[in-house]
């Protein structure tokens, strides 16, 4: 059953974000993370779908190329799950007034080809330093 992410969903976000560091190159500060999943929650521009065993989350901005345009933001697709997650929050961007989907992967493959069963083509490269 997909839902929308609850506070009480915060011990699957835990074991979600320990995966993450397990699996991936990656590092994540678990505090700041649960912090802004929290805030997430809260926030109307977010949609953060669950299964309790994967989740997907969007959040709507606004163009800054077009007002008259909201892009929906994928920030974060995990777990068993997410797929069907995806597909909710996707539809839930474009009944909240989304034209635009935007996602990024960090190096991962397997996300290049999910984001392109979606029909998503890469328009971008992302650069980043510490500073």
């Given at each position: 059953m997909i839902r929308q992410a609850e506070i009480s969903d915060l011990p699957y976000f835990l074991r979600a974000a320990q995966e993450f560091i397990e699996l991936t190159p990656f590092s994540l500060d678990v505090e700041s993370y649960l912090d802004n999943m929290i805030q997430l929650i809260s926030n109307e521009?977010?949609?953060?779908?669950?299964?309790?065993?994967?989740?997907?989350?969007?959040?709507?901005?606004?163009?800054l190329y077009n007002s008259n345009e909201i892009i929906g933001r994928v920030i974060s697709t995990w777990g068993v799950g997410g797929l069907k997650c995806f597909k909710h929050a996707v539809r839930?961007?474009?009944?909240?007034?989304?034209?635009?989907?935007?996602?990024?992967?960090?190096?991962d493959t397997r996300m290049e080809s999910f984001y392109?069963?979606?029909?998503?083509?890469?328009?971008?490269?992302?650069?980043?330093?510490?500073i």
């Amino acid at each position: 059953m997909i839902r929308q992410a609850e506070i009480s969903d915060l011990p699957y976000f835990l074991r979600a974000a320990q995966e993450f560091i397990e699996l991936t190159p990656f590092s994540l500060d678990v505090e700041s993370y649960l912090d802004n999943m929290i805030q997430l929650i809260s926030n109307e521009s977010s949609g953060i779908f669950t299964t309790g065993t994967g989740h997907c989350v969007i959040v709507l901005v606004p163009s800054l190329y077009n007002s008259n345009e909201i892009i929906g933001r994928v920030i974060s697709t995990w777990g068993v799950g997410g797929l069907k997650c995806f597909k909710h929050a996707v539809r839930w961007a474009k009944h909240n007034g989304a034209s635009i989907l935007m996602a990024d992967s960090f190096v991962d493959t397997r996300m290049e080809s999910f984001y392109k069963r979606f029909g998503m083509i890469q328009t971008d490269r992302v650069y980043l330093r510490t500073i």
